[in-house]
């Protein structure tokens, strides 16, 4: 049985850091892209970045270029995202998504399993 599970969230004041981790299971996560997308209360999901199978093709949301870094260990199965120079606007439930394709996707519809989410508050 698949099963992504999303670690390392919590309070954070603004200009601090996170680093999210996502474990998986379940299915060929060395051969899987991988991506993590947010959702603020009252707003719909939305992409942050991804990561294609090998780790080297990357691709981000313009509003956190620059101060996010996705990355992969295929040999641990997770995946994790380095959050830097966090503001309040990044405050949201991120989830782990993984798709069966090798590219790097941004649209949810693409990504065939999903995490349960972990809660991202960022404190100005």
């Known amino acids: 049985q698949v099963q992504l599970v999303e ?3 919590g309070l954070v004041q603004a ?16 051969t ?4 993590w997308f947010r959702q603020a209360p009252g707003k719909e ?16 949301s313009d509003s956190v270029k620059g101060r996010f870094t996705i990355s992969r260990d295929n ?16 405050t949201a439930v991120y989830y782990c ?14 990504y065939d399993y999903w ?3 972990t809660q991202v508050t960022v404190s100005s």
Do not use: H
């Open 32 to 35: 899987s892209a991988m991506g």
């Open 97 to 110: 998504a993984a798709a069966r394709g090798r590219s790097t996707y941004t649209r949810a519809p693409l």
């Open 75 to 90: 040999a641990k199965n997770t995946v994790y995202l380095q959050m830097n120079s966090l503001k309040p606007e990044d």
């Open 15 to 30: 200009g601090g850091s996170l680093r999210l981790s996502c474990a998986a299971s379940g299915f060929t996560f060395s």
């Open 45 to 60: 999901r939305e992409f942050v970045t991804t990561i294609s199978w090998r780790g080297d093709s990357t691709s981000y």
């Open 7 to 9: 670690s390392g969230g």
């Open 115 to 117: 995490g349960q989410g």
